[in-house]
């Protein structure tokens, strides 16, 4: 068993994140990238802008990423033991491109209430300062969520350059995670992340979120999967693992998983499109 010690939770319930966790080797997430870019060479724009959402469901690597005991262990002693997985997402920042995330509260755009949900941030690759790796404003979690503009800006990997001013990037955290690693943040912690400055691609994958069964969809329709325990609320529609990569079935599930992440992520906006 792998649950959080008394520090880590300390240091969720304090800073609203908890890193690094160790959960994979090296080996493994070589294995990961490999398939990854398999799908990308075979399936040219398959994770691409909104194909990166859930990956996990045409994946069978990312699949097991996404069911790992280990990191349900952790997850289990944030949210308890009945925990759904509510959508995946890569982050690639590429070398040479201009791709940052501005800094933003998860909880702020996503619709899923009560906040009893957490991100895991996966790295494929070594992430760090000089590759874009993701800041967190420690303790910020503890505050009301914040006003957010919508910037809509070039190179920003989130949906709609969802943006919260005046954050103090010299008070923020680097998360410095090998690959391998781990970590896990509050929905309402303000974070974000730079430009890759490395030679590399920078690779991340996000359970963005594993959830509690009594957690609901309140902005437009998600699915999920039963990752551990019960389900005795059966808020959501589910969805069965995959079994194989890219077949043609788990691609068109995806699609149409991708579809309703559109309208929650812009709802309320003017503006839509590839996200």
């Known amino acids: 068993m792998t649950y959080l010690s008394s520090n880590q939770l300390k240091q969720y319930k304090d800073k609203g994140f908890v890193s690094p966790i160790n959960i994979f080797s090296k080996d493994k997430m070589k294995e990961i990238r490999n398939e990854i870019e398999l799908i990308e060479n075979t399936i040219p724009g398959e994770l691409e802008k909104s194909g990166r959402y859930n990956a996990h469901l045409i994946?069978?690597?990312?699949d097991e990423v996404t069911h790992n005991s280990k990191i349900l262990d952790a997850v289990q002693s944030l949210i308890g033991e009945n925990i759904l997985v509510c959508g995946t997402t890569l982050f690639i920042k590429n070398p040479?491109?201009?791709?940052?995330v501005s800094y933003h509260q998860d909880a702020k755009y996503i619709g899923l209430e009560p906040h009893n949900w957490v991100?895991?941030?996966?790295?494929?690759?070594?992430?760090?300062?000089?590759?874009?790796?993701?800041?967190?404003?420690?303790?910020?979690?503890?505050?009301?969520?914040?006003?957010?503009?919508?910037?809509?800006n070039e190179g920003n990997l989130l949906t709609r350059g969802q943006t919260v001013s005046n954050v103090p990037k010299n008070e923020?955290?680097?998360?410095?995670?090998?690959?391998?690693?781990?970590?896990?943040?509050?929905?309402?912690?303000?974070?974000?992340?730079?430009?890759?400055?490395?030679?590399?691609?920078?690779?991340?994958?996000?359970?963005?979120?594993?959830?509690?069964?009594?957690v609901k969809q309140v902005l437009g329709k998600n699915s999920v999967q039963l990752a551990r325990g019960?389900?005795?609320?059966?808020?959501h529609e589910k969805i069965e693992r995959t079994k194989s990569l890219m077949e043609k079935n788990d691609l068109k599930i995806k699609k149409q998983e991708n579809s309703y992440l559109q309208e929650i992520f812009y709802s309320g906006s003017e503006k839509k499109g590839n996200y």
């Open 59 to 62: 994946s069978p690597l990312l």
């Open 96 to 100: 040479n491109e201009q791709g940052f």
């Open 119 to 152: 991100t895991a941030w996966v790295a494929i690759t070594d992430s760090n300062e000089h590759n874009g790796c993701m800041r967190m404003w420690s303790g910020s979690h503890q505050d009301i969520l914040k006003q957010h503009d919508q910037k809509f």
């Open 172 to 214: 923020t955290e680097p998360l410095i995670l090998k690959a391998g690693q781990m970590s896990l943040h509050h929905p309402k912690v303000v974070h974000g992340s730079d430009l890759n400055h490395s030679n590399d691609r920078r690779i991340g994958f996000v359970i963005q979120s594993y959830i509690g069964t009594n």
């Open 230 to 235: 019960i389900d005795k609320f059966n808020f």
